[in-house]
């Protein structure tokens, strides 16, 4: 059901599809609730996911992603427990997360996008790198709220073996070498090359590729938009 890496002080959790109770495309830990899967699965798979991770459901804290860059800091759970009791709730539109608190789980959706998690042992951050974000420059306004060079964590996302874009998205990474293949494009390569050159050193990967790996992932693009989404926390604990 899940994959933990370990940071300073915390740690960084990513979700597969299984261990859930959704059918069909969304078989069957799928966490979105802006899908066309029956809500009630959706609440019971976050329960599901939260009590894996050792993680009180409302303390898990999330947005509603916009592939922008704006990030939000956190002092304490989400009053409108959205994860836990999700629906007609009002989301901060942003794309990253930062806290300085302990025991509260930073959250964001993916399926094929990457999930990004920094810690430096007193502040933590979880990011959703697709590819407007990363041009943006969201890896980079996020190490600069650190005090010091956090480690990073990256999880599951589509690789360069299945990610075609075309020459307007190529364009934006011709920077970062090799990340760029003809008309593939390689998210992975640069997020690693994002993160050194903001000066973070310490870079774990869980080198998966979602859209190769449809019995253990949800795929946006695999799927044709016909899909569910995993997760990717970081939290930092006592």
């Not at 009791?85 to 997360?97: A, N, Q, S, W």
């Not at 690789?159 to 760029?180: H, I, L, Q, S, T």
């Not at 008309?183 to 390569?189: A, E, F, I, P, W």
């Amino acid at each position: 059901m899940i994959d933990t890496l370990e940071l300073p002080g915390g740690r960084a959790i990513f979700s597969t599809r299984l261990g859930g109770v959704s059918e069909g495309p969304y078989e069957s830990l799928n966490l979105g609730v802006l899908t066309d899967d029956e809500p009630d699965r959706v609440v019971e798979n976050r329960g599901r996911l939260a009590r894996a991770a050792a993680i009180e459901p409302a303390n898990v804290v999330m947005g509603w992603q916009v592939h922008g860059t704006d990030l939000r800091e956190w002092g304490g759970p989400d009053p409108q427990v959205a994860y836990a009791r999700p629906g007609d709730k009002e989301l901060p539109r942003v794309d990253g997360h930062l806290t300085r608190e302990l025991d509260l789980a930073l959250l964001v959706l993916v399926a094929d996008c990457y999930p990004v998690a920094l810690s430096d042992g007193g502040r933590a951050a979880m990011l959703h790198c697709g590819w407007r974000p990363l041009a943006g420059g969201i890896v980079e306004q996020a190490v600069e709220a650190f005090d010091s060079p956090p480690a990073a964590a990256v999880g599951p996302g589509i690789g360069g073996c299945c990610y075609e874009v075309g020459p307007e998205v190529a364009e934006r990474f011709a920077d970062v070498p090799g990340a760029v293949e003809g008309r593939m494009l390689d998210l992975r390569r640069v997020i690693e090359a994002r993160l050194r050159a903001a000066g973070v050193s310490a870079i774990e990967h869980l080198d998966r590729c979602t859209s190769c790996e449809p019995e253990l992932y949800f795929s946006h693009r695999r799927d044709q938009g016909l899909t569910g989404r995993q997760g990717g926390l970081c939290v930092l604990s006592a």
